[in-house]
């Protein structure tokens, strides 16, 4: 990404510049003869690709280290274990686009649209993804541990095995989304949007989520514990056998929500709102957890220690 970058005219492609392969794609795009652009290998590291035309081309097994991609188009095209480590796709389009084994690892990707792409097996450890789109998009298998992924739109996405320790979702948008045995160990979630979100199998471990939005949500069974859900808001989610124990919900809001057998064990619900006693009723409670009075439990009907305590 540091210094000055190549131009397509000085890159070979099968005994024609990587340039000319461009003006025929071009061609191939309009309808006015030409050849789509199908590239198998090739290496072009530090690449000046910059607004490329690359609708609906295929690349197999191709480098682009350190190369500059930014606002090119890459909608429709189909990528097979292409390399872009380090590369630059500020603004690129990846609409529709089918997505294998690519790495993208520490590439910047700001602002960049991948709504409706197929990802799979991607590596997007450390990359910045701030502010992308990828609504209705599909994953499975990617790996985006420590990546930025802060106020992305994900909304409608559906997420399988994917993995995002310790990655930066702060104010990103899962609205009606769909997560399966994915990681979300030690991420940052706050201010999140999971509103009517789905998630089974899912390990929210040591997450910060402060403020997150989950109301309406199914997130039974999965684990939250000793994560930070402060003033997080569950108003009519299903959090049936899922694991907060030791976690801090601190001021979060439970109206309607179904907690049988919700295990709330070392829990801190100091502030809870709309838990009612039959709710605590039907959870686990311990000595170590902290009632919405501020008390510690176990819950005993009677006492009023599902009466949130405000401070």
């Known amino acids: 990404m540091v210094g000055a970058k190549i131009s397509p005219a000085q890159f070979s492609v099968e005994g024609q510049s990587l340039q000319e392969v ?78 294998q084994g690519l790495n993208f690892q520490r590439c910047l990707m700001t602002d960049a649209n991948l709504s409706e792409a197929r990802m799979t097996n991607l590596r997007c450890q450390e990359a910045n993804f701030r502010d992308c789109r990828m609504f209705e998009a599909r994953m499975q298998g990617c790996d985006w541990t420590r990546a930025n992924l802060n106020a992305v ?63 309406e949500s199914n997130l039974a069974q999965n684990n939250f514990s000793r994560a930070i859900l402060s003033s997080c808001d569950f108003h009519e989610s299903n959090l049936s056998t899922a694991d907060f124990t030791g976690s801090m919900l601190l001021n979060a809001a439970f109206r309607d929500a179904n907690v049988m057998a919700t295990d709330f064990r070392g829990a801190v619900l100091e502030g809870a709102r709309g ?20 008390t510690r439990g176990p819950f005993v009907p009677g006492k009023y220690s599902e009466m949130p305590v405000f401070r």
């Open 22 to 99: 461009l003006a025929r794609h071009a061609e191939w795009l309009a309808g006015a003869g030409g050849r789509r652009a199908e590239i198998r290998g090739g290496a072009f590291s530090d690449a000046d690709l910059r607004h490329a035309d690359l609708r609906r081309a295929v690349f197999t097994g191709t480098a682009f280290l350190d190369a500059d991609l930014s606002h090119a188009d890459l909608s429709g095209a189909t990528l097979y274990h292409c390399d872009f480590r380090n590369a630059t796709l500020d603004r690129s389009d990846f609409t529709g686009a089918d997505l």
């Open 153 to 215: 739109y994900l909304n409608r996405a559906v997420l399988s095995n994917c993995s995002f320790t310790e990655s930066n979702l702060e104010r990103c948008n899962l609205l009606l989304a769909r997560l399966y045995s994915c990681r979300l160990v030690a991420a940052r979630l706050v201010d999140a949007i999971l509103t009517s979100a789905q998630a089974s199998g899912c390990d929210f471990q040591g997450a910060d989520m402060s403020g997150a939005r989950l109301g």
């Open 275 to 294: 838990l009612t006693g039959s709710q605590l009723t039907s959870a686990v409670t311990s000595h170590t957890t902290v009632l919405p009075s501020g």
